[in-house]
């Protein structure tokens, strides 16, 4: 008696979005199967995890090539149609033997997923059950607020890959529409939407439901690595057709400075998501008000970073109208961030009450991941000169070293600050010795998280950049075989 193939959809990311029979089924398989580029990740895996038990027999479907050319006889579709084959007889063989074989697919199987290849090679020759999953699609409409469709409205999916002119009709004729498999496709697609004349009404959702999870305008979206995990999204006409009234809000605005921590939900405090869910206007700069969930009764006020005195004064007069007001900071609002800036501004506004609400900072994030090199005594400094003369960095930075303090570098180097950093490691040479330790730590808490320890004397200024934190080691500050970093709590 042969196995069985089921083909289980794993909804669009998050792991609570994966149903109640495909959790089941992935328990009891006896295999797990699973696509991957030739990196070896497979994003259906780390959904399915949870629900995986000890001992089973996995099978990773290694793609052998994804967009690049090949020499294959056959040309591309030929080396996919060999590649298919194989994996088919693969799981052929596991269920010939009697096992239970799963294939993951993220979204639904037979919604441009991986598994349809499978499918179609084996459905005629064993017992086989679908089992469908939450799409990207109905994810980005989720996480948006926006309905797809309404009544008689029509709905348009489509690839990002078709070409530039029918993607443009497409768009021009239809009510609501997906576009998928954006990726290097990006430019293309808002050049079609634009040629449609719908760029406007298009919202970027990437990663729906992922700790990873973007939202934003897409006409705001810098094509520059634009992940393939990412559709574009028109919703439906009849959202923008009624639009709410405010309530009065007249006598009860304030101002809230909300720190959002380093990255994703899984960083914010339950205070911070109290105050980003009463407020009626989202102040700040753009990629961090792109990092709140979209509110259809919120107005979302996005600017540019280097005007934090305008965004202050903007949010406190929206407040003396009676708007609730969250201006938003990444990491803690009060450390190199806009509670100073707000409250600066807050002397010329004493009717606008303002509160600060604070966010796990870098220095700690980038810290927790190491061990505990902020065990001790240390100081906070940013090397930016941009509103403080080099002068002082340079005054500040010799201070805190003399002083054997563990330093936290915020701001560290940008595009056009690229000498300082090298300028600050031999100021701290000066009195701290080659062997000391560096914590780099980028993007803590995103998907491209990376941290690595290495010694003053081997730093590299030039593997460093604006979203990097360093902590600069203290003489007591110690690195375990372990690779562990810690300052101890005594002081010899």
């Known amino acids: 008696m042969t196995g069985r193939l089921y083909g289980v959809g794993l909804g669009p990311g998050d792991p609570e979005l994966v149903t109640v029979k495909t959790a089941r089924l992935i328990g009891e398989a006896d295999v797990i199967a699973y696509h991957a580029a030739r990196h070896g990740r497979s994003i259906a895996r780390s959904i399915a995890l949870p629900y995986m038990k000890e001992g089973q027999i996995e099978e990773l479907l290694l793609y052998p090539l994804t967009t690049e050319t090949t020499d294959h006889p056959g040309g591309y579709q030929g080396a996919l149609d060999d590649f298919y084959a194989d994996c088919a007889e693969r799981l052929a063989a596991h269920l010939e033997a009697g096992r239970t074989v799963v294939v993951l697919a993220e979204g639904d199987p037979l919604f441009y997923g991986s598994y349809m290849h499978m499918h179609k090679r084996l459905a005629h020759r064993y017992p086989t059950e679908v089992v469908p ?50 990726g290097r496709t990006f430019t293309k697609v808002r050049d079609a939407l634009a040629e449609a004349g719908r760029l406007d009404e298009a919202w970027y959702v990437e990663r729906a439901t992922m700790d990873a999870e973007r939202v934003a305008p897409l006409k705001d979206v810098d094509a520059d690595g634009v ?9 439906s006409p009849a959202e923008r057709t009624f639009v709410p009234e405010p309530a009065a809000t007249e006598g009860r605005g304030e101002v809230t400075v909300v720190g959002l921590g380093p990255a994703g939900r899984a960083w ?3 205070e911070a998501q109290e105050a980003l869910a009463v407020a009626t206007d989202l102040v700040g700069y753009g990629p961090y008000v792109d990092r709140v969930a979209p509110n259809p009764r919120q107005r979302r006020h996005r600017t540019d970073n280097r005007v934090e005195a305008e965004r202050a004064r903007h949010a406190l007069e929206l407040a003396r109208e009676g708007a609730r007001v969250a201006v938003v900071s990444s990491g803690d609002p009060g450390v190199f961030a806009m509670a100073s800036a707000v409250l600066e501004a807050a002397g010329d506004f004493p009717d606008v009450p303002v509160r600060v609400v604070p966010g796990l900072t870098a220095a700690q994030a980038v810290a927790s991941r190491v061990g505990a090199p902020l065990g001790h005594d240390y100081c906070v400094l940013s090397l930016s000169d941009l509103l403080k003369p080099w002068e002082v960095v340079a005054e500040r930075l010799s201070a805190a070293a003399r002083a054997d303090l563990v330093l936290a570098i915020y701001n560290p180097a940008s595009r056009s600050r690229t000498w300082q950093l090298g300028a600050a490691r031999d100021l701290l040479l000066e009195h701290r010795d080659t062997a000391t330790p560096v914590v780099i730590g980028r993007n803590v808490g995103g998907e491209q998280e ?20 360093l902590i600069i080691g203290s003489s007591t500050t110690r690195v375990t075989d372990r690779g562990v970093v810690y300052t101890p709590r005594r002081y010899p």
């Open 133 to 182: 999953g939450v799409t990207s699609v109905s994810a980005a409409s989720a996480v948006l607020g926006r309905p797809l469709v309404e009544r008689d409205e029509v709905l348009t999916v489509l690839p990002g890959t078709l070409p530039a002119g029918e993607l443009a009709e497409r768009l021009r004729g239809t009510d609501s529409a997906a576009v998928l498999k954006l």
């Open 227 to 235: 992940p393939y995990f990412s559709l574009a999204l028109l919703a």
């Open 268 to 270: 914010l405090t339950p």
């Open 450 to 469: 990376s941290v690595a320890v290495t010694t003053l004397g081997e730093f590299d200024p030039s593997q460093v950049d604006m979203r990097c934190l």
